[in-house]
């Protein structure tokens, strides 16, 4: 089983996010929750972008991108959002798996995630 897993729970320095609930706009900068944002994409979407998954009980199984394995001990847990490779002990939210999959900073990966979500925004100091 899968635990759900903790991470920041604010940005600061985003300009124009449109279309993006938890997203407050202060003195031309934007400041996005987080938690909200995750909340809103699909952890199982973003995922199968990258790994395709088969389906056990209430998770998804597959084989890690990160590292060579044979037998599939990665995990993926759409009610509770979280990701977890039983292989190497990694494990994360979406923008967590975003950052890694894909060699990204945080605020790219946020950046990425909002895509998935519709919404368009350009993050400041990047």
């Known amino acids: 089983m899968i635990n759900s897993v903790d991470s920041v729970d604010s940005v600061d ?6 279309g993006v609930d938890g997203v407050d706009g ?15 994409i699909p952890i199982l979407a973003v995922v199968q972008q990258t ?10 199984w597959g084989l890690y991108p990160l590292h060579a394995e044979r037998t599939p001990s990665f995990a993926v847990n759409p009610e509770k959002g979280v990701w977890r490779c039983f ?37 400041r100091g990047t």
């Open 13 to 18: 320095g985003v300009d124009g996010v449109d």
């Open 51 to 60: 790994v395709e998954l088969r389906q056990r009980r209430r998770e998804w």
């Open 87 to 123: 292989g190497c002990g990694q494990g994360g939210d979406v923008i967590r798996f975003v950052k890694q999959a894909r060699h990204l900073s945080f605020r790219d990966a946020v950046q990425a995630d909002l895509t998935v979500t519709g919404a368009r925004c350009a993050l």
């Open 26 to 40: 202060v003195d031309g900068y934007m400041h996005i929750d987080v938690q909200a944002l995750k909340r809103r």
